[in-house]
């Protein structure tokens, strides 16, 4: 059974960070892009970052590029989000995703909620 548990969420101010994670289990971790994806209240999904199975190659929403880095521990099936510098419009439910291709997110946890306060 696939499983994408995510954590780490909370309550930040700007100026402040936080570390998401997202523990995978169920299927061949190492082997996979992986991506975060959050959804801020009333609107739509986001993409937010892909990073590739090694952890070697990484993608960022212009809106997130440079405050934020993915980065993922295949040792231990878990990958990360750091929001090095939040801002309120990051507030959101963030997920983690992955498909079997690129560009396909077949795959979704709960979802996290990261709050940031101004």
């Known amino acids: 059974q696939v499983q994408l548990v995510e954590s780490g969420g909370g309550l930040v101010q700007p100026g402040g960070s936080l570390r998401l994670s997202c523990a995978a289990s169920g299927f061949t971790f190492s082997g996979y892009w992986m991506n975060w994806v959050r959804q801020a209240p009333g609107k739509g999904l986001e993409w937010v970052s892909t990073?590739?199975?090694?952890?070697?190659?990484?993608y960022y929403a212009d809106s997130v590029k440079g405050r934020f880095t993915i980065s993922r521990d295949n040792a231990k099936n878990t990958l990360y989000l750091i929001i090095h510098d939040p801002k309120p419009e990051d507030t959101a439910v963030y997920y983690c995703?992955?498909?079997?291709?690129?560009?396909?997110?077949?795959?979704w946890g709960q979802g996290t909620q990261v709050t940031v306060s101004s």
């Open positions: 990073i590739n199975s090694g952890g070697g190659v990484t």
């Open positions: 995703s992955y498909g079997s291709s690129l560009r396909e997110f077949d795959y």
